[in-house]
Every structure is written in structure tokens, then in C-alpha cells.
């Protein structure tokens, strides 16, 4: 909404499965092999191709980096809760588990909105599809999925490469936009690198 192009977002966010790499062998003790190293080079390599003519209608150098700085920071936190749950938490209830992380975000997350919106809502049909998918498939599933995958940081970080492809191909099919032959050369190279890393 303030300008910054999802391909120049989704460039930086792709470097949270290098970066849980580096984290798991240097913090974990986690062996990275050489194939893993490539698949996830591979991985990057590839959705730098699905979003380069995303990110070549970006905006001005001063405003992107200022726009930059809370996806640095997203990168960043989620890299180090996936290290730090492989580490001291690798296996718990998952109930439980979704609930020690939801409150504490619920607050945080209450309280900001109170400061900055106006806390009104307009229920609309597309409010209400929306809510249910965040909700129940994201908050529940999505998270639920990941905290049993992140048994192997290395293996579920790689699995962040395929949003992007994943997200051009949703992009086309429902509000149709193009699918360039470079986007189609990444998405493959993308899945090729995460088949690599979790060989």
C-alpha cells in the first residue's frame, strides 16, 4: 500500500531459507551438505526469475529502503524463531504450543491496532472469506504444518522458496496476470533447488 513492489519483499524474504542455513550450522551444529547449499542457491536463483519483473517496477531507492526495513525485520524474527524453536523446543504438544505463541501475539497485535486504526469493521462477504482463511487454514494449519516440519530447519526453510511460485501461479489463475517465460524458468529452477536441498 505504500509502494513497495511484492517482487523486491519477496527477494528479501527468500533469503530466510540461506539464512536458517547458516543459523543451523553455526548455532544447531546442523550439517548442511553440499547438495543442500546448491538446492538452496538454486532455490533463490529461481524466485529471483519468478519476481524480476516485479521488482523492476519498483519505487525510489530512498523510499524502498525505508519500506524494506519491517521485511528485514520479519526475515530476520523468523529466521531466529525457527532456530530457536529447533533448538530448545524441536517437539511439544502442539495445542499447547499454539497457544503459548497466539496470546502473546494477540495482545501485541491488539494493542498496535488500537494505537493506529480506528477498530471499526465492515463485515462483507469478502471480510468474512478472508477472516476463515487467515484463521482456521493459516493461523491453525499452516502453523501447526510447520511446527511438525521444523524437526529439520534446513529442510522446512527451503520450503519457503515455493510461496513465491506458488503465489505468481494463484495471481494468474484468478486475477490474470502474465506469467513471463523467465517466471516459468524460475518456478522451475525453484522447485528443482527444493527437491535438491530436501534430497
Same mark, same amino acid.
Not at 27 to 37: D, I
Not at 121 to 144: M, Y
Not at 173 to 188: D, K, R, S
Given at each position: 500500500?505504500?509502494?513497495?513492489?511484492?517482487? /523486491?519483499?519477496?527477494?528479501?524474504?527468500?533469503?530466510?531459507?540461506?539464512?536458517? %542455513?547458516? *543459523? +543451523? *550450522?553455526?548455532?544447531?551444529?546442523?550439517?548442511?551438505?553440499?547438495?543442500?547449499?546448491? *538446492?538452496?542457491?538454486?532455490?533463490?536463483?529461481?524466485?529471483?526469475?519468478? /519476481? %524480476?519483473?516485479?521488482? %523492476?517496477?519498483?519505487?525510489?531507492?530512498?523510499?524502498?529502503?525505508?519500506?524494506?526495513?519491517?521485511?528485514?525485520?520479519?526475515?530476520?524474527?523468523?529466521?531466529?524463531?525457527?532456530?530457536?524453536?529447533?533448538?530448545?523446543?524441536?517437539?511439544?504438544?502442539?495445542?499447547? *504450543?499454539?497457544?503459548?505463541?497466539?496470546?502473546?501475539?494477540?495482545?501485541?497485535?491488539?494493542?498496535?491496532?488500537?494505537?493506529?486504526?480506528?477498530?471499526?469493521?465492515?463485515?462483507?462477504?469478502?471480510?468474512?472469506?478472508?477472516?476463515?482463511?487467515?484463521?482456521?487454514?493459516?493461523?491453525?494449519?499452516?502453523?501447526?504444518?510447520?511446527?511438525?516440519?521444523?524437526?529439520?530447519? /534446513?529442510?522446512? +526453510?527451503?520450503?519457503?522458496?515455493? /510461496?513465491?511460485?506458488?503465489?505468481?501461479?494463484?495471481?494468474?489463475?484468478?486475477?490474470?496476470?502474465?506469467?513471463?517465460?523467465?517466471?516459468?524458468?524460475?518456478?522451475?529452477?525453484?522447485?528443482?533447488?527444493?527437491?535438491?536441498?530436501?534430497?
Amino acid at each position: 500500500g505504500h509502494g513497495l513492489p511484492a517482487g /523486491v519483499a519477496a527477494i528479501v524474504v527468500g533469503l530466510q531459507p540461506l539464512l536458517t %542455513a547458516l *543459523g +543451523a *550450522g553455526w548455532l544447531l551444529r546442523e550439517k548442511v551438505r553440499a547438495t543442500q547449499w546448491a *538446492g538452496l542457491a538454486a532455490g533463490f536463483a529461481g524466485v529471483a526469475l519468478v /519476481v %524480476a519483473h516485479k521488482v %523492476a517496477a519498483g519505487a525510489g531507492l530512498t523510499t524502498l529502503w525505508t519500506l524494506l526495513f519491517p521485511v528485514a525485520v520479519a526475515l530476520l524474527a523468523i529466521t531466529a524463531g525457527t532456530l530457536y524453536q529447533k533448538r530448545y523446543c524441536p517437539s511439544f504438544d502442539l495445542r499447547t *504450543g499454539s497457544l503459548i505463541q497466539f496470546i502473546p501475539s494477540l495482545v501485541l497485535t491488539g494493542l498496535a491496532a488500537a494505537a493506529t486504526e480506528t477498530m471499526h469493521i465492515e463485515w462483507t462477504g469478502s471480510f468474512v472469506f478472508a477472516l476463515a482463511w487467515l484463521g482456521p487454514v493459516v493461523s491453525l494449519g499452516a502453523v501447526t504444518l510447520l511446527n511438525v516440519l521444523i524437526r529439520s530447519a /534446513v529442510n522446512v +526453510a527451503s520450503l519457503f522458496y515455493l /510461496v513465491p511460485p506458488c503465489t505468481a501461479l494463484v495471481a494468474w489463475a484468478l486475477f490474470g496476470e502474465t506469467l513471463t517465460g523467465l517466471a516459468l524458468a524460475g518456478m522451475g529452477l525453484t522447485v528443482f533447488g527444493v527437491w535438491l536441498a530436501r534430497k
